[in-house]
């Protein structure tokens, strides 16, 4: 099974987070779940675990440095 990928770089934050997500989707949904709450203020409701879900990307989306942002998506 492909692995999957949320990447904080491809949204812009108040704290410029740059932190990227690789694993199985599973281990991705739980990190990237506690890491919006604990760096990002967001509540785990299902909405969000909605809206990472929507922003996983395959693995192989990776790419070194930085990364133009787009606004998150509301
Ligand atoms: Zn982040």
Redesign the pocket.
């Known amino acids: 099974m492909a692995r999957k990928m949320a990447d904080?770089r491809r949204f812009e934050?108040d704290?410029g987070?740059?932190?990227t997500i690789i694993g199985e989707e599973q281990e991705v949904m739980e990190a990237a779940a506690q890491?919006?709450v604990s760096?990002?203020g967001h509540e785990d409701t299902p909405e969000l675990r909605g809206q990472i879900q929507g922003m996983l990307e395959s693995e192989e989306s990776y790419t070194f440095g930085t990364r133009a942002s787009e606004p998150f998506p509301s």
Request: aromatic letters at 0%; a neutral charge; charged letters at 0%.
């Open positions: 904080c934050s704290n987070c740059s932190l890491h919006a760096a990002h």
